[in-house]
């Protein structure tokens, strides 16, 4: 089954405690991105990765690192998170040429 | 700058009415236009997506899309909302068909009342 997965689906961590969702997509898909939610902000895209040691910032990439060894993971690393980095993250994935982005389920992550 | 507007924050329409959410972009060329659905507790799914041609786009669910070059708007339609149809609804322009910065709308809420 095609699909994007990531981990761990809960969190609830202390401020300045580094931290790795992970993200893995078994399509072969060349892209992916990763967003964070926030209730009345929409998806705000936080860095995309268009191939294998190739990323760039999103709009809110401050506080975030992301590497992309492998083609198929795309992990997220807070260094030392804090409280206004609690969110709702989202990891996506897309082909080449289709443009359709497929989503994981998510990661509330909260930071005390 | 590029933008994308969803004008309504929350939508509340009675089972089997029809439903209209609004989307407008602000792009140098006319971007690849999608709309994803976001259900309770769920991630992102495709609704629909225009390239070019026809400029009105099925998708599932019975949704359909109207993209209008003229008022930069792709807005999403369905004629009977189901009481499942409760979700948020996300309009995101790709531009140049280039994947980048994929931006969204800031979504709207559809409530359904029965």
């Known amino acids: 089954e095609a699909q994007v997965t990531q981990n761990p689906r809960y969190l609830i961590t202390v401020t300045g405690k580094k931290l790795t969702v992970t993200c893995s997509q078994n399509m072969n898909h060349e892209y992916m991105s990763w967003y964070r939610q926030d209730p009345g902000l929409g998806l705000r895209q936080i860095y995309y990765?268009?191939?294998?040691?190739?990323?760039d910032k999103g709009d809110v990439p401050e506080g975030y690192k992301v590497s992309r060894k492998e083609k198929r993971n795309f992990p997220l690393i807070l260094e030392s998170p804090s409280p206004n980095q609690t969110s709702l993250y989202f990891c996506a994935s897309t082909g080449a040429s289709s443009g359709e982005l497929f989503f994981g389920e998510g990661s509330r992550l909260t930071v005390l | 700058a590029q933008s994308v507007t969803q004008p309504d924050i929350h939508i509340t329409v009675s089972e089997g009415a029809s439903l209209e959410l609004r989307c407008n972009y602000s792009?140098?060329?006319?971007?690849?236009l999608f709309w994803y659905v976001q259900s309770p507790g769920q991630g992102l799914q495709l609704l629909l997506k225009y390239f070019s041609g026809d400029t009105l786009v099925q998708g599932i669910k019975g949704f359909e899309a109207e993209f209008k070059r003229s008022q930069s708007s792709f807005n999403l339609r369905k004629p009977s909302v189901h009481w499942s149809d409760a979700a948020e609804y996300f309009c995101a322009p790709l531009p140049g068909g280039s994947q980048g910065n994929l931006i969204f709308g800031k979504g709207t809420k559809l409530s359904v009342k029965p």
């Open positions: 990765s268009m191939n294998v040691e190739v990323t």
């Open positions: 792009y140098g060329a006319t971007p690849y």
